[in-house]
Structure formats: C-alpha cells, structure tokens
C-alpha cells in the first residue's frame, strides 16, 4: 500500500465552529473534516490546515494536508468526504502532493476578504458574513490609508498577543477596498499575516471611514510597531480566509 | 389619537421560516413581525405583505403595512422593531402612507432576483442564499432564452396550481443574467409574477443552460400555455423579493 499525502481545499461558513483547530469547547472545521475521513477510510487520520482561522471566521480557500495509503484518487476527495460532512463545509479540490509538503509551512501567499454592510439597519441576510457599520464610511480616506500596507515592513503594531510568528516582518503586495450599494469589500494579498491582522487592518479602516482616526495612522503604526496607533479589531464574521497558495501553483 | 397606516420595508431570511403568511406548522415571517409589533406598541397588530413569499425565499426589500393609532414617528419604527425581531429580519423602512393604501394591491413593480452557485461543489457559504448547480451553464443560451419573457403576455404556463391570480396576463420589462466567477444572478421586473413564476423561469433557464431544454421554450410557452413546455421549479433558496414599488415612488 502506497502512502500519499493528499491536499484539500476547503471551503466553510464558520458561524457554528470554534475556528479551525480542535478546541475542547466546541466544534471545530477540523474535527469536522477528521470525522468525515474517518469515516470515508476507515482509520483515524490527522488534517493539518493551511491556516487557524478564528471562531466565525470563514474561508472559501482554506487548504489542508493528510496522509493515507487509500486508493481513492486524489480528485476524488470531494465527492467522498461531502457525503460525509455538515452542509456548511466543503471540500472543493483534492489533489496528490509531495509527502515533505506542509499546508502551513510551505504557504507562499494568501487572499484574505473583509466585507463590511455599511448601512443604518443590519442585513438579515448578509449578517453572518459581513461586519455591520451604521456610520456612513468614506471609502477614499480607506483607500488612502491602507496604501501604507503595500511593501515589506514590520507589522509588530498589527499583531494580537497570543500569536507564534517568529517574525512580525511581512509582505503585502495586494490591497483593495471596493463598495458596491451597501457593501464595501477590502482584500488584501500578502506572503503571510500575523494572528489577527487582517481584523486589526479592517478595524482600522473602519475607523479611518468615520474620521475617528486619520488616514495616516496605518504608515505611523508600522514606524512606531505600537498597537495603539491603530483601530480595533473588527469582528471575525467578516472575515474570510479566500486563497491560500503555494509555490507549485504559481505560473511562469 | 389619529389612525395611522405605516408602511415598513422588511429584509430576511427566509430559511429559518415557512414563509411570509401565518402557517400552523411553523413561524412565518408575519408572525415575528406581530410579535414584535405587539411588543413595541402593546397591542396585537395585523400586518399585510406586499407578497407571500414562500418557505425559504429571502427578502431584501419585501413591503408591509398596518394600522396603529401609536405616536412613534414612521421613521423610528426600524429601531424600535428591531430590537424585538430576531437577527435574521430586519426592518429597513418606516413610513406613513394614505389610509386607503394597501400593500399588496397597490403594488406597481417588483424586482426579483434568482441566485446560481453554479461549481462542481455546493457552496458552504451561499448554501442558503443560491441553488446550486454542478453542471456547467451556457449563460448565453439562457439570456437568448430569456428574451422571450419582455412584453405583455399570458403566462399561463408560468403559475403553479395553487395561485390565486384573476388574470394571468403580466408585463415583463427587464430581464438580465449576469454571470460573476461561479455565480449567475437573474434578474427581472415586472407589474406582478403568478405563483412559483420566478422559480419556474429560473428552472427553465437552468434547463436551458445546459441544453435539457431550447432556447425556444419559453416563446413556445407563451403561446401554448402549456406548463409542461417549461422546466422544474427551481429550489426556493435562491429566490429573493428584492423590491416591491409604488406608484408614489416613481419619479417623474
């Protein structure tokens, strides 16, 4: 019996879970997923994911790793295990890998969307995937601000407490804010991001929109690495985990 | 104390419930509205929808209207509804219109939009808000198609039994598919829709889109009134009220 380790890519709503990683206080996407593919092979097998997205946190690209010696064809993982999982988790791509591949380690960008409902009353229908801001934003000082981002810098100001990142230094070489009616969408492309950055990058751009800080405040926060010059941290459901790549996936 | 008629714009989702209309077997839309309203204004308050949305359908902008003789200024009725209403209905709209209006018979104008997922893998994210469908679609074929609705015609073949429409001649002025990565949102406005008639053409256009059904169908079923020229009604999920209008709402 051949062993292989199989990449998934995985796709969730993360209102019901914990967040990615097991947790003795409720759900988790992974022991979703470990749960389905015990079912599906008949052996406990260990998932490990590209990113721990957090309690509410969705992801339409998240990417994990296993190893098994089953014969079932590596495009065929989607078929199988979204028999077995809740309708609110997906496998959407299964493929064969390198057996020294790592999800995590070996993730050479990511895509991360916030979307935000900018209107007086919250949505019933988009409440679970976007932040809901009652104060009328401006998108353009968001705009303006944000640019700061683009470049290689030091995000020590960025990160929560209770991250394991070696390094605060980071790339980001993508960032947007689009609005369209009532919703206003930031995305933004990095090699990596430290525990709750992308929150912390929305939070501040939020308050940057209603003129509670100025547009200058993100450039300031990468000179001074003081959390304090920065907003709140915006909440996890109107975050999504969208991409996740790897150098074999990259063209040219 | 003056007699008011107060019209409200009301935005759910439409999966937790069995539809617009009071039901025995199970909550209606109507009924948290006159829980909510019973709380705010101490009395029980009948509310009249712009339309029976059935179970399952959504609503961005669904119209209600009742009778209070209440001091609370129109304006104020989202914020004090929707503290009384669950998360997933929204009061969007408050104000006061003429005592001989009615919401549903005075209604000029809907818009309705039909939701598509369509990849090889249901959607974890938009599993309440699209159909899903894992064949790919020729949204051409299916705009082609579509043309045929525009004008006034007898849409007989449109209505599943159980409606309650004298007349089954309606006005169909704009109609469009749009296809955006893996969805595909119909779109389409007119004086007034029979029963299940979006979801009918939605169905048919699915059919059409990947060659189960012509681009003729929808023509041939206009003329033949012969439901069975059509396809299945479409699932009911990706089905949402986006507006309903009146005449005062009408520029010009």
């Known amino acids: 019996m051949e062993h292989k380790r199989i990449l998934l890519t995985v796709s969730y709503d993360g209102t019901a879970y914990c967040g990615w990683q097991h947790q003795e206080n409720g759900p988790s996407i992974q022991d979703e997923l470990e749960k389905a593919l015990e079912k599906a092979l008949g052996a406990f097998t260990r998932v490990t994911g590209a990113s721990r997205t957090d309690a509410g946190v969705h992801a ?8 098994t010696v089953s ?9 199988v295990l979204n028999r077995f999982l809740p ?6 791509e299964g493929m064969r890998v390198a057996d020294g591949f790592h999800a995590r380690f070996q993730a050479a960008g990511k895509w991360y969307t916030y979307r935000i409902h900018n209107a007086p009353h ?3 229908i988009l409440r679970h995937c976007t932040a809901h801001v ?8 968001m705009r303006a601000c944000g640019r700061a981002l683009l470049g290689t810098h030091d995000f020590a100001a960025f990160a929560a407490a209770g991250g394991q990142a070696k390094t605060t230094v980071r790339t980001i070489d993508a960032f947007s804010v ?5 919703e206003i969408t930031l ?6 991001f430290l525990y709750n950055m992308v929150r912390i990058i929305a939070g501040t751009l939020i308050d940057v929109g209603h003129g509670k800080l100025d547009t200058g ?4 926060a990468i000179e001074s690495k003081n959390r304090l010059d920065l907003g709140v941290t915006a909440p996890a459901c109107g975050l999504e985990l969208t991409r996740v790549e790897y150098a074999f996936e990259r063209e040219g």
Chains 1, 2 share one sequence.
């Open 217 to 220: 405040c993100m450039a300031r």
């Open 187 to 192: 995305r933004v492309h990095g090699d990596g």
């Open 178 to 182: 689009e609005q369209a009616g009532e």
């Open 87 to 92: 309708e609110d988790i997906r496998v959407t």
């Open 71 to 79: 014969a079932i064809p590596p495009e065929k993982y989607p078929f």
């Open 60 to 67: 339409l690209g998240q990417r994990a790793h296993f190893d």
């Open 134 to 141: 009652p104060v009328p934003l401006q998108v353009e000082s």
């Open 122 to 124: 919250a949505s019933a």
